[in-house]
């Protein structure tokens, strides 16, 4: 993959995730992709990470907005930072009540691109800074 290939498929993954376009997204992922969650486990395969984006659609409602993609020049390995503007809509597991609270908060990801799919996504953001604005 080129480094225009690589910031071309972060940027169709952020666009279908903008659409709320799950299909699309996971059409962006290698099948035994790798997903590093934000002071979580590691999860393994499209199967669990249909069930990221079955539990995040449930609990949240998100546009990720001011996207900056980075590659490397050989496409081999990806970044991307944005801000989250998001609507805590449902309880999740381990996190306090959901009140339809509005939150704005930075986010990044790292990926490991092989075959013109994500092999490895790894997502950051700052709990505390989440849990502050959801009046944790």
Same mark, same amino acid.
């Given at each position: ?52 984006? /079955? +539990?995040?659609?449930?609990? %949240?409602?998100? #546009?990720?907005?001011?996207?900056? @993609?980075? *590659? ?46 994500? /092999? +490895?996504?790894?997502?950051? %953001?700052?709990? #505390?800074?989440?849990?502050?604005? @959801?009046? *944790?």
């Amino acid at each position: 993959m080129t480094h225009d290939g690589a910031r071309s498929l972060i940027e169709a993954y952020y666009a279908a995730f903008n659409r709320a376009d799950w299909n699309a997204m996971l059409d962006c992922l290698a099948d035994d992709v790798v997903h590093d969650l934000n002071q979580g486990a590691r999860e393994h395969g499209r199967g669990a990470f249909r069930a990221f984006l /079955a +539990r995040m659609d449930r609990c %949240y409602e998100e #546009q990720l907005r001011d996207i900056v @993609v980075l *590659a490397a020049s050989d496409g081999t390995r990806a970044a991307a930072e944005y801000v989250v503007h998001g609507r805590y809509k449902a309880d999740d597991e381990g996190l306090p009540p959901a009140r339809d609270q509005r939150y704005v908060l930075p986010g990044g990801a790292f990926f490991d691109l092989r075959d013109g799919r994500i /092999a +490895r996504v790894t997502n950051y %953001y700052n709990l #505390q800074d989440w849990l502050r604005q @959801v009046g *944790a």
